[in-house]
């Protein structure tokens, strides 16, 4: 009997995940968005059904997931978390990329009690990121630093931002602004956003890049210790000095003013003159870049591990390399807890199959047969 | 008989003008605006008579200058064209600092048929810049460069753009985008508005400024012959890039948005997000600064004329010196008309009078007794 799968949300990543489980003749896929304009998506899809439902409505979700043997998530942030309490309710499987701002991990008693194994996070950053930071600080006998580094960019530079986004300016500008939660010398401290500014070089990438503070390492934070972990965003360079500007003057302030009778707040009106201008353009080639390196003693030695990821825009199936680096990872894990692979009832970030080789090494060759160039270095 | 002058207009500089002319014993002077409130700034002034009046209707303003022996315009741009050729009608005299879009000389035959004496352009720049201009070319046998540089400005800068406006973001950003006429190997050209950048220290000002093409020479044009002629506005340093950066970040565009349901402009939103940054606060001190010279040859010697003017807020009269500098000129040339120094029919701008030694020396006299520092320097 085939494996029944229920994708919640058929936007840009969710479409992509749906469409690639739909390719393994094992699976019965059904993928489901509150708008039927999004399930355009997926038409012509002959093995992959899609339906309208209300994903904002918990127990309509809880129902939907009974039905089936495992539930993926890629919601919006605002429902996804009480999406996934309505799928631990079911007792059934969830792989999830909604990048929830509350914590999963709240949920795993509850998942425990059900029986419901949950992977959480499990995207490009946050997902492979988290997985390789754990897998770098469980080769180490202690940790010293876990640094990593990632973006997503458009290949030319486009003046004056040298942006484009694959996801809404109020998106981004709302990362720029978020307190950063770091580790320096051991303990959990707050930093600014958009500190911290260096300028990287990286293998595949046609001149240096400037990197950055953001809010990235959720889980990390409480799963690895180490005397200094951060995570950076990558851009071309000049991006932060002029996004800086725009806060400096008072442009992402979200203080309400008044613009022909509207009440506004900053951030939105310059979300809206930006979205023009970081929008995508059609042909434009996007990448993802990332850079993991975990730092540490071993055996009484300095070592280091390093692994460095590039991926471009697939022109042929028309994906944007943030979907695909975003959804694959996603797509592997599903099919590992439709395989087996992933059983363990409970609440999981990424780092906690850091240890478990096979998934490890087998998300690894599954990203490379998917054409993304992922090399390992150790020192 | 006292000599009556109607003010049109009581903002900031129409109500300078109207309370320093209710100083003179032999003038009888009303000042009108279309808005109670505006009326508010003349209270308390017993000398002086505040009137409502529809300023946008010419047939009323053409009964109401009349009644009168002169009438002073301080009206905004869109309206002060309509109300020139109005006063003209009624061949009574006019003083205006209305800055209009609209060139004024079209008005010129009109107003000598009628026995009307205009001087527009009043202020100090436009104003007393075109008199020194027109000063210096006249003390030339042939004039090689005029060189404007001009600005009102906080006495601290305060980053990020170090600056504070005197008047709506909305009109400076309006300068900043308007092409920029200026006269270069004798020609009148086109340039861009910011372009030309230079840094300059002048007199009186802790530190260096910055100095950059906007549109100001206007009548200047015309009226003197220089193989080079400009006007630069002066700024703290740094801010000219980070409009720039505004500029080319679609900040500053005219092609409507979508913004929460309404239509908008970015600059419109640009102009509402630096109100708050741009307002004077209370108590800060601004001040006025401005360099015209004028190089050239005069009986077959190289020669160079230099005014260096500074001025800053008045504490005790509660005025700021951009309302001093744009307002006094004004005041000056409407006494100069009523006692007769000024009376040929016509529509002249300033440097019509460059010539006139009583006039010239007389203002800056003027101007020197109301405090500001006014030097010149011959070369």
């Not at 992509?16 to 355009?40: F, H, K, M, N, W």
Request: hydrophobic letters at 40%.
């Amino acid at each position: 009997m085939k494996k029944r799968i229920a994708v919640l949300g058929c936007g840009r990543i969710g479409s992509l995940i749906a469409r690639r489980l739909s390719g393994y003749r094992d699976c019965e896929v059904r993928v489901y968005d509150s708008d039927p304009a999004a399930l355009e998506k997926v038409r012509g899809h002959e093995s992959l059904i899609a339906e309208t439902a209300d994903l904002a409505d918990p127990a309509g979700i809880t129902t939907l997931a009974k039905g089936c043997d495992l539930v993926v998530g890629a919601l919006p942030s605002r429902i996804g978390y009480r999406a996934m309490e309505a799928v631990i309710e079911s007792g059934r499987s969830l792989v999830d990329i909604s990048f929830l701002p509350e914590d999963p991990s709240d949920l795993d008693r509850k998942a425990r009690e059900t029986g419901s194994t949950v992977v959480y996070d499990i995207g490009v950053a946050p997902g492979l990121s988290h997985l390789l930071a754990g897998r770098g600080a469980s080769m180490m006998d202690t940790v010293d630093t876990v640094q990593i580094r990632v973006g997503g960019l458009p290949l030319k530079p486009r003046p004056p931002f040298n942006y484009a986004a694959c996801y809404a300016p109020s998106d981004v500008l709302e990362e720029y602004t978020r307190p950063v939660h770091i580790v320096e010398n051991g303990e959990l401290v707050v930093r600014e956003a958009l500190s911290h500014l260096e300028t990287v070089d990286l293998p595949g990438v046609d001149g240096p890049l400037e990197a950055f503070l953001t809010d990235g390492l959720r889980s990390l934070n409480r799963t690895v210790k180490a005397r200094e972990m951060w995570e950076k965003t990558l851009r071309w360079p000049g991006h932060a000095e002029q996004i800086r500007l725009l806060e400096r003057a008072g442009f992402l302030s979200e203080e309400p003013i008044r613009l022909k009778g509207n009440v506004i707040t900053p951030r939105e009106a310059t979300a809206a003159m930006l979205f023009p201008q970081w929008e995508l353009k059609e042909g434009e080639t996007e990448f993802t870049v990332m850079r993991v390196e975990v730092s540490g003693e071993k055996k009484g030695k300095q070592a280091l591990h390093r692994w460095d990821l590039i991926d471009f825009t697939d022109r042929e199936r028309g994906e944007t390399s943030m979907a695909r680096m975003t959804g694959l990872p996603c797509v592997y894990t599903a099919r590992a807890v439709i395989e087996g692979g992933v059983s363990a009832p409970g609440v999981h970030p990424p780092e906690s199959f850091a240890n478990d080789g096979r998934f490890f090494e087998g998300l690894l060759d599954f990203l490379r047969g998917e054409g993304v160039s992922l090399e390992e270095t150790t020192l």
